[in-house]
């Protein structure tokens, strides 16, 4: 039976003021239906709370199913404590909407305060503000409700969260994953997850630590960022100092933190230590949940002490043996994350044994599949007036390869950039239209994509160099390597960068190919003889407009319009045709519809003008400036000619051709 606007009849509204019913009889008497109300006292303060149950025009325009709370804050100043009585309810017990919620306030300053509170913080629920004053003012206006919650909802881009989720609210698709690593620690094993940058890695920690509280476990966060800045030996008094804080138990019942700690006795005094605070909580097994591991690990950490292994080793030792030691009772476990496996792959250090060295298996954070994009999109589109058609969750997946974050900036980005009236449905055509653009965005894609390869390029440099041959199409290359080098294809396919399809291998990320394409398309080797004369061909071309901005804007620069059009002439015509052309504009000589100026009048100018406009430009001598420019004139015009071009010239042209390049990229 579709419900109509209404207020149940077992509704208790007999606290509520003569104003707060008005309100409500708004609210039921529109697009909603009130199902319950509650009364809660926080702190000094009392609150009621009504839940609304959306009809078909809420549900439809903003995504929303469940029932949502409204608060009713009944005090002339608006304070943030109003905001905790919207968790008063367990929401998910409930099942009640837990990305959204109303507040109406006595303060007519709601909106402006509320603003302020929420606006440092993106995880925040979708909260839409009213003051008693404006709803009592708007009861003969129908659509003063709604045009609000469109407002506040169709304003928010809820896929440009970037920063790690402490929260439910917008944490996708990982839900096995979490469940797997609590099972792990629950039965005694140690774990780590590895993945790409941006990959979810520290919001599926913050989830498997709320998890915890659920599992009768308590866990411990702990930023290897900062733990760098420490001594092995102080790094694991941290360990317990954190976990006495944390949980119940005297700081005088520790050794570690009341006596004086050497390396003869620290060992002993964190085996007891933390089997002393396993006890004194209920014997509630302890998750250490180490975040950036990378920071703490020999040859990545940028502190010398652990970079060189010896801290690494001398800690790691100690957390080892006291997991062993205390084992059968399962007094603690460690999780690690981090971009780069090395710390558990590696099996000696500095002659010593790895600690760690295959303890347990890495898992690898899985791309998200169609359907968990699908339901990401769905939720967080649909709170934002726009729906995604199948075909466009589809193609996000296959450019991005699941990854959540460049999915979710990509959506971001078309959010921006289509201002139509919401709600509206994103097409394949809209996706088409704005995904290049996207790509080459400076801001946003650019910034992303080298975040997320980086430890590829930093740290497994030949699978880089890998995945740049096969994104410009050198397969022969790829294989020959793929082929000696069998594990340089573990990492590649357990990032989830590139697949494999019987023999034959193909990125699953294609916006990194892409990327990789066009930054290195000049790499490629085995070109046949045309394909060297079209790339001769194309980077002249290329070069030639820019070359002519800098040295138009150099000798003017340096010697004024006048007489730097003298030189200019002087280079192209004849000395007694000055006259001819003395007349024209500066500007016209270096275009090459007006005049016919070409590379080697270019170089040329360099040359004669080195000393006083050149010289700091090109951040090299003469010679080696006379050196390359030669090379690339020797090279002129080689689509005229079907002459061979041999590998070893060609790769002088590449080499000479590069440099001007980024020289003139630089100016």
């Known amino acids: 039976m579709k419900i109509k606007p209404d207020i149940n009849p077992n509704a208790d509204l007999s606290f509520f003021t003569q104003d707060e019913w008005d309100i409500i009889q708004l609210f039921a008497h529109r697009d909603w239906y009130v199902t319950r109300t509650e009364r809660i006292a926080i702190a000094n303060s009392s609150y009621k709370l009504v839940l609304l149950k959306p009809l078909e025009l809420i549900k439809n325009a903003f995504n929303i199913n469940r029932e949502v709370i409204l608060v009713f804050s009944p005090y002339d100043t608006f304070e943030p404590r109003s905001i905790d009585a919207i968790d008063y309810l367990d929401i998910q017990e409930l099942r009640l909407e837990e990305i959204c919620s109303i507040i109406v306030s006595n303060d007519n300053e709601i909106e402006t305060k509320l603003s302020g509170i929420l606006k440092s913080n993106q995880e925040t629920r979708i909260i839409i503000p009213f003051s008693y004053k404006e709803l009592l003012e708007a009861l003969s206006n129908p659509d003063y409700i709604i045009n609000r919650i469109r407002a506040k909802f169709y304003s928010r881009d809820l896929f440009g969260i970037q920063d790690p989720l402490k929260k439910d609210l917008y944490f996708f698709g990982r839900k096995d994953l979490i469940h797997s690593l609590l099972n792990r620690h629950l039965n005694g094993e140690n774990s780590g997850v590895f993945g790409l940058r941006k990959t979810g890695k520290t919001s599926i920690l913050y989830s498997v630590e709320r998890a915890l509280d659920r599992k009768k476990s308590v866990g411990l966060f702990i930023d290897c960022q900062t733990l760098h800045l420490k001594s092995w030996i102080n790094a694991l008094i941290f360990i317990i100092e954190e976990l006495q804080k944390s949980l119940v138990v005297k700081k005088s019942e520790l050794k570690i933190l009341t006596n004086e700690v050497t390396k003869d006795f620290v060992a002993d005094y964190f085996h007891e230590d933390i089997k002393t605070i396993f006890k004194r909580n209920g014997k509630k097994s302890i998750l250490l949940i180490f975040d950036e591991i990378e920071h703490i690990t020999f040859d990545t950490s940028i502190s010398d002490n652990w970079k060189k292994g010896i801290d690494f080793v001398k ?353």
């Open 315 to 667: 800690f790691w030792q100690v957390i080892r043996s006291s997991f062993q030691k205390h084992r059968t009772e399962n007094i603690f476990t460690y999780l690690i994350t981090g971009t780069n496996p090395r710390c558990i792959e590696v099996r000696t250090i500095e002659q010593t044994d790895n600690p760690i060295f295959a303890q347990f298996s890495p898992i690898y954070i899985p791309a998200f599949d169609v359907l968990q994009t699908t339901e990401m999109l769905d939720k967080l589109g649909g709170y934002m007036g726009i729906k995604f058609e199948d075909i466009v969750c589809s193609k996000l997946v296959e450019d991005f390869g699941g990854h959540p974050l460049l999915i979710r900036q990509m959506c971001s980005f078309l959010n921006k950039k289509i201002v139509d009236t919401r709600p509206i449905s994103v097409s394949k055509v809209d996706y088409t239209k704005y995904r290049d653009d996207f790509f080459v965005n400076e801001q946003g894609f650019l910034i992303y994509i080298s975040m997320v390869i980086e430890v590829l390029e930093t740290w497994y440099q030949d699978e880089f160099q890998m995945i740049t041959w096969l994104s410009i199409g050198d397969y022969d290359t790829f294989q020959e390597y793929a082929n000696e080098v069998p594990e340089y294809i573990t990492h590649l396919i357990n990032y989830g960068i590139i697949e494999k399809s019987g023999i034959d291998y193909g990125f699953k990320i294609e916006a990194i190919k892409e990327y990789l394409a066009k930054k290195n398309k000049y790499q490629k080797l085995n070109l046949s003889n045309k394909e060297k004369q079209e790339e001769i061909s194309a980077r002249r071309n290329a070069i030639e407009p820019k070359l002519r901005i800098v040295v138009r804007r150099q000798l003017k620069a340096t010697f004024g319009e006048e007489n730097a059009k003298r030189k200019v002439i002087s280079e192209i015509y004849r000395p007694q045709d000055y006259n001819l052309h003395s007349s024209k504009k500066y500007t016209d000589f270096f275009n090459p519809n007006k005049h016919n100026i070409y590379l080697n009048n270019l170089f040329e100018l360099i040359r004669k003008n080195w000393e006083n406009s050149f010289k700091n430009i090109f951040d090299s001598d003469i010679e080696e400036f006379n050196a390359k420019s030669t090379l690339l004139n020797k090279f002129r015009k080689p689509d005229a000619h079907a002459a061979q071009i041999k590998d070893c010239d060609f790769q002088s042209f590449r080499g000479a051709m590069e440099w001007f390049e980024q020289q003139i990229e630089e100016y």
